[in-house]
């Protein structure tokens, strides 16, 4: 938006005296009055109210599903023109880089020190809102680069990455201080960090791990996970690495299984990658997927094309695909290794809603899969550190009070390796309550520690 359009779109807000955008919002950002701040072209002050309940609003603007959130809430939705919120929030965030805007002085850290493993949303949620509240705060990433999924996951024409590293310089005005390339396990421990005088340590390690299928052809060449493809694609468009190790070539035919966010980014960019043809397959109907809307029309319009109602039961290699269509070898042509084809059995759903394996068996042509069925968490916190438990899934197990502390006193956690993966969003909505219930936890230790040196 220019200056004007976003002035007129935030003059439409009726300033409704029970604004059900802010209730549809999960970190309750105070929608109506940076609208009307903005409405009166005073921006520092709509930035500040951003500031004082998100951390990453040029982020938020760009992937927040709005159409389910504030925007889903305005009342005007309901005559099918709502006020534009997240371009709204997107155009003050980015006024403000480029003004330098800083409406928040940096942290004291006179009120505790918190250790907080992991840059994705949840810790940097978590960072945000500590030094806010004047704690002394060092994330400590494991990769080369802080961002996590913001960086590494989400593929560059949904969240560019130049946005994302510059929400984070924005922390580090707060005061937070980043490690990169410490990675948890091999270069420190939860309890190394207590040792260095820390008072708390969050865990927002998220969900690491992507899940796969045990099928037969599970080792062919040619079958990725989306969390690994997407994150070669960006290191490869950053110039770390070459562009052949994305494992994907020009002309390829690629199928994607899985049918929520992170199999739309993958599909979407295989796309601009090259392939020649990408199919999502998906075991449900189209009624069931689990992206966002706009997420599912924006892949269609690309030419991605869905293939409901398959479940995949084997992968195929060349022998095998030229056994089922009656072709002769060729002299010149390689071993059995590589990826041909998946084949799928065909799945109806009844008139009750229960999906039955009928209707016989198809066969996919294919050079790639990308597996986008989910991701759990790494253990290299929890086989590091002394009472923490997980769940019978691996995920942490959390209390509510303190909000989010884990099983062992003063280690919080929240996020993806606490809920599983979820929004941007959602995650900094958990977040800001266990960055509360951090702030409980050390103000009430050091009370203690007070009463008893008297």
């Given amino acids: 938006m220019t200056m004007s359009e976003a002035i007129n779109e935030a003059r ?76 709204l929030e997107m155009f003050i965030a980015d006024f403000a880089h480029e003004n330098n805007l800083k409406p928040l002085p940096p942290s004291t850290g006179k009120r505790g020190k918190v250790a907080v493993i992991g840059s994705g949303p949840a810790g940097l949620t978590v960072a945000g809102d500590l030094a806010k509240m004047n704690f002394a705060v060092t ?49 420190f421990t939860v309890d190394d960090l207590f040792e260095q005088g820390y008072d708390a340590v969050f865990m927002g390690t998220g969900t690491s791990l992507p ?29 770390k690495l070459d562009e052949s190790e994305t494992l ?28 020649e043809n990408v199919t999502i397959v998906y075991h449900k109907t189209e009624a069931e997927i689990s992206s966002f809307p706009s997420e599912y029309e924006a892949a269609v319009k690309e030419g991605v094309q869905f293939n409901f109602l398959k479940q995949p039961i084997a992968y195929l290699n060349k022998k095998q695909m030229r056994a089922l269509n009656n072709i002769r070898r060729k002299p010149a042509e390689s071993d059995e290794t590589d990826l041909a084809g998946l ?14 394996t009928e209707g016989g068996q198809e066969v996919i042509p294919c050079d790639c899969v990308i ?17 923490i438990q997980v769940d019978d899934r691996g995920f942490v197990i959390t209390r509510e009070r303190p909000y989010g502390m884990t099983t062992r006193a003063g280690v919080f956690s929240s996020g993806d390796v606490v809920h599983g993966p979820a929004t941007v969003v959602l995650a900094m909505k958990e977040s800001k309550k266990v960055a509360a219930g951090i702030a409980q936890y050390i103000d009430a230790k050091k009370l203690l520690e007070d009463c008893c040196e008297d």
């Fill in 248 to 275: 994907l070539h020009d002309g390829d035919n690629v199928v994607v299984i899985g049918a929520g966010n992170v199999a739309m980014d993958a599909a979407r960019t295989a796309i601009r990658r090259g392939a």
């Fill in 12 to 87: 439409r807000c009726l300033n409704c005296a029970r604004p059900t955008c802010r209730t549809g919002c999960p970190i309750a950002n105070n929608i109506p009055q940076f609208i009307r701040a903005l409405s009166e072209g005073n921006i520092g002050l709509a930035y500040e109210t951003i500031a004082e309940r998100s951390n990453l609003p040029a982020i938020c603007g760009r992937v927040c599903p709005h159409e389910r959130q504030c925007e889903a809430h305005c009342v005007l939705t309901k005559n099918k023109h709502g006020i534009e919120i997240g371009s």
């Fill in 211 to 239: 899940r796969t299928l045990d099928i037969p052809g599970k080792e062919l060449s040619g079958i990725l996970t989306a969390t690994y493809f997407l994150r070669m694609v960006v290191l490869s468009d950053s110039g």
């Fill in 343 to 356: 084949l799928v059995q065909n799945i109806t759903k009844t008139d009750d809603g229960q999906f039955v």
């Fill in 371 to 387: 597996l986008a069925i989910g991701q759990r968490p790494a253990a290299r916190i929890v086989s590091t550190t002394k009472g």
């Fill in 139 to 187: 994330i400590l990433e494991g990769q080369s680069e802080p961002g996590g999924i913001l960086l590494f996951g989400i593929p560059e024409f949904r969240l560019q990455k130049d946005v994302v590293r510059r929400e984070i310089t924005e922390l580090l005005h707060l005061g937070v201080e980043i490690k990169t390339n410490m990675l948890v396990g091999p270069d």
